[in-house]
């Protein structure tokens, strides 16, 4: 069951990806303002949050471990994911991609990654 529910995140990743040419397209290549990037990460969260409330339904895990484990694969896919096309598909430098990812620099990615690990075993939790 967590194969499936891993694999049922790999749609996700794809809007993921989507989302981020669009919004490149829309604004150019200059990084968006702090508060832009912050709306932009809450409103991922929410909409993760409601697919993985949607997906913790349909695809049931057995155990609380099974949604850690099922949640920490998602994480480490939207990561690798992140990294990649910001990188290769993108052509952001590594600086730039580790400012995404500090909390210093205005950065959410650790929090959304955070999210996305234990969001699966939250929605176990809560039935």
Same mark, same amino acid.
């Given at each position: 069951m967590i194969l499936r529910f891993v694999l049922a995140w790999l749609p996700v %990743? $794809?809007?993921?990806?989507?989302?981020?040419?669009?919004?490149?397209r829309a604004r150019g290549p200059?990084?968006?303002?702090?508060?832009?990037?912050?709306?932009? $990460? %809450?409103?991922?969260?929410?909409? %993760?949050?409601?697919?993985?409330?949607?997906?913790?339904? $349909? %695809?049931p895990l057995a155990s609380p471990a099974d949604a850690l484990v099922a949640g920490g694969a998602c994480c480490v896919l939207t990561a690798i994911t992140r990294l990649a096309v910001g990188y290769g598909v993108a052509g952001r430098n590594w600086s730039r991609l580790r400012d995404d990812f500090d909390p210093r620099r205005g950065g959410w990615w650790p929090f959304l990654l955070l999210w996305i690990a234990v969001a699966p075993w939250a929605f176990h939790w809560l039935g």
């Open positions: %990743l $794809a809007l993921l990806v989507g989302f981020g040419v669009l919004r490149e200059e990084p968006p303002p702090l508060g832009a990037r912050r709306q932009g $990460a %809450l409103a991922v969260a929410v909409l %993760l949050g409601g697919y993985v409330a949607l997906l913790s339904h $349909a %695809l």
